[in-house]
């Protein structure tokens, strides 16, 4: 279908195209680089050289594990998407309920995967991109879910967008090539033909193939139009997005402005000149080991007068054997060959530089990538906060772009507000169907009926799916640095792990740390402890108050005594009376209290006796039952709990020196 504003937009997509050639041309080469390998890592000139020579060309690829490395490391955070109230009519709760609806769309979309993907591409050559689509479920219900987009050369953004989330392009493209059986069948109305492609559209047809572009734009009073067409024309209306925000998302990873040209470049780029110094001294060692390399021979004139001798010995031949004319001079002497080094000091050295090198560049060393390494606990997590701040850039611009994809699907919400269910999740990941009719307000919010309008912001950090998973890392993490901490936390830490007899565990570990006086018993255990040990303290508190008593008695008496001794003194009188109203309001005191503390030691001794004959009454009482036969016709149902609430049976555990 012909269409007046077909050359403009093919016009548009062109320019963009040519705008970003550099930006695409350094993409590819560096992912052929990395994941080709091969004749891609060496200089062009060199690797036709050692193959014309027969010589050895190792790629030794180090560009996989520290892709894997960054990109994991990002992928790996949880990021999630937070809706702040903003402007009349909204409200804090109807925000917090968007941002459930966002997670589950995220959770049941595969928005991980598509993320995942992007990340592995920008890391790689510079720039991914992923995008979210609508849809229906089987039950003919609108869905938002994720599309992956393996090779972002086929994503192109508007070269005058300026924000790192391209959040203000004004439009995007996205292509693909489609053979022409394909094409025929997908757009039986499509006019272009490979044979011969339209004027100025050449390239929109490449080897057999036609180019199918699905244009986006954002035209001025805001809305959001898709376009489709090939290089002949439209195929097909312009279709309305229900958005206001285009929905591709381009991720970019570092990016400089050169001479007004904006650059985009992921870890291969720096690292490819070592990768080739690397490759080419691992070949020159190989080829050494090999015996392919020999030093030269010491010889005499008279055992190389024939040339066709001198051509059997060069180009370092591994010949099994090699002929020499013996001299005449001195018939019993030989060539002799220097035996080569086992391992080449000079190149093996070159190597490890290489290899440090490529560290060096990347920012990921030995310890990041699993190896074993002779560093330090301290040094490792050093170099673990270097390898972080050096691709920090890489997380920093994803958080912005999954901003820029909170906005989107906050704004898509609306295809949702005539169900009748909406599903929602929580922040831990739970998913719940939740009806409409029960949630006040939330139709009219979604449908825009009260004025309300939401902002997004991203949060990132590690991936927990509970608040539990969070405690046991946060607190381990804390451990690492403080053991103490590490020590007296361990009963939480033990609790809150997801493994069998963690409660019983827990409860051993906590008591031995009462036991070392390394933490106070809680009120409930003090009250309810042992009750031979309540006595024996009880005891001992008798002793002591006695002790204090005599100490008293034999006080009040020096006191006495001493009073005597003042009597004939010139204030005699006063102090007498004073030690005396003093002696009397300290046995008072003491009197007093041994009243009180004996009172209450009587109580819960009495206490403590009653507790103990009722535990043995039902101790008698539980072995009588299990020891007496009763008949199965008149047995009563007992419901007999000798299991924990998560199914595990009851473990006693007693670590060596804990009672």
């Keep these: 279908m012909a269409d007046a504003n077909h050359e403009k937009i093919r016009k548009t997509i062109d320019a963009d195209l040519e705008a970003r050639a550099r930006q695409r041309k350094a993409y590819q080469d560096d992912t052929e680089f990395a994941v080709l390998g091969g004749e891609k890592q060496w200089d062009s000139n060199e690797w036709a050289r050692r193959g014309s020579d027969k010589l050895p060309r190792i790629t030794y690829n180090v560009c996989g594990p520290i892709i894997r490395r960054v990109s994991n490391a990002i992928t790996s955070k949880a990021y999630s998407v937070h809706v702040t109230a ?27 995967a598509a993320r995942a993907a992007a990340v592995k591409c920008m890391t790689t050559g510079g720039f991914g991109a992923y995008r979210v689509v609508l849809g229906q479920d089987a039950n003919g219900a609108p869905q938002i879910r994720y599309e992956r987009i393996l090779n972002p050369l086929h994503v192109v953004p508007d070269c005058e967008a300026k924000a790192v989330n391209f959040s203000d392009q004004r439009h995007c493209t996205v292509y693909v090539d489609l053979s022409e059986a394909t094409y025929k069948a997908k757009y039986p109305d499509g006019s272009a033909t490979s044979a011969e492609p339209p004027e100025g559209a050449e390239s929109w047809v490449k080897e057999g193939s ?7 734009e954002k035209r001025e009073d805001g809305t959001i139009w898709q376009t489709f067409l090939d290089g002949a024309g439209v195929l097909g209306e312009p279709e ?25 470049k992921g870890v291969v780029r720096d690292i490819k000149e070592p990768q080739r110094f690397k490759n080419l001294w691992k070949s020159e060692e190989y080829e050494y080991l090999s015996g392919k390399k020999q030093p030269p021979a010491t010889l005499t004139p008279g055992m190389v007068s024939d040339p066709s001798v001198l051509q059997s010995w060069s180009g370092g031949s591994a010949a099994a054997f090699r002929l020499w004319i013996p001299d005449a001079s001195n018939p019993s002497a030989a060539p002799i060959f220097p035996s080569a080094p086992e391992i080449p000091a000079g190149y093996a050295n070159a190597s490890a530089e290489a290899s440090e090198e490529i560290k060096a560049m990347s920012g990921i060393f030995d310890v990041h990538l699993g190896r074993q390494s002779s560093e330090s606990g301290r040094a490792m997590m050093v170099r673990q906060e270097q390898a972080d701040l050096g691709t920090y850039h890489y997380e920093a611009n994803l958080r912005s772009l999954i901003e820029y994809e909170g906005a989107v699907l906050n704004g898509l919400l609306s295809v949702f507000a005539d169900e009748q269910m909406i599903l929602h999740a929580a922040e831990d990941g739970k998913l719940t169907s939740q ?9 009219e919010d979604l449908q825009g009926f009260n004025g309300g309008t939401y902002g997004v912001r991203v949060v990132s950090g590690p991936n927990f799916r509970t608040k539990r998973e969070q405690f046991v890392s946060i607190l381990s993490e804390i451990g690492t640095k403080n053991p103490v901490i590490a020590q007296l936390g361990a009963p939480e830490l033990i609790l809150a792990m997801d493994i069998p007899g963690a409660q019983e565990l827990s409860q051993v570990v906590e008591k031995y740390l009462i036991k070392q006086g390394m933490r106070e018993a809680k009120q409930d255990e003090k009250q309810g402890g042992d009750p031979r040990a309540m006595l024996d303290q009880m005891a001992q508190a008798m002793e002591a108050l006695q002790a204090e008593l005599a100490e008293a008695t034999k006080a009040r008496g020096l006191m006495a005594q001493h009073i005597q001794e003042l009597e004939s003194g010139t ?9 005396q109203a ?6 008072a005191q003491i009197d007093s209290e041994a009243k009180i503390l004996s009172a209450r030691i009587a109580a819960e001794t009495d206490l ?8 043995g009454s039902n101790e008698r009482a539980v072995l009588s039952a299990v020891t007496t036969p009763t008949p199965a016709a008149t047995a009563p149902a007992v419901d007999v709990d000798d299991e924990p609430d998560d199914g595990y049976p009851v473990i006693s555990i007693a670590p060596e020196g804990i009672q």
Aim: a negative charge.
């Design 86 to 112: 903003q402007g009349r009519g909204a409200s804090q709760e109807m925000a917090e309920f968007r941002a459930g609806m966002i997670r589950a769309i995220e959770i049941t979309g595969g928005a991980e």
């Design 210 to 216: 036609i180019r199918v572009a699905e244009f986006w």
């Design 240 to 264: 309305q997005f229900p958005g206001a925000l285009i929905p591709i998302f381009f991720l970019v990873g570092e990016e400089a402005d050169v001479g007004g040209e904006v650059i985009y």
């Design 435 to 443: 009806e409409v009719a029960s949630i006040q307000g939330i139709r």
């Design 571 to 579: 204030d005699a009188e006063i102090q007498k009376t004073t030690l």
């Design 582 to 587: 003093q002696t009397t309001i300290q046995k």
């Design 608 to 615: 403590q006796i009653a507790a103990m004959k009722e535990q």
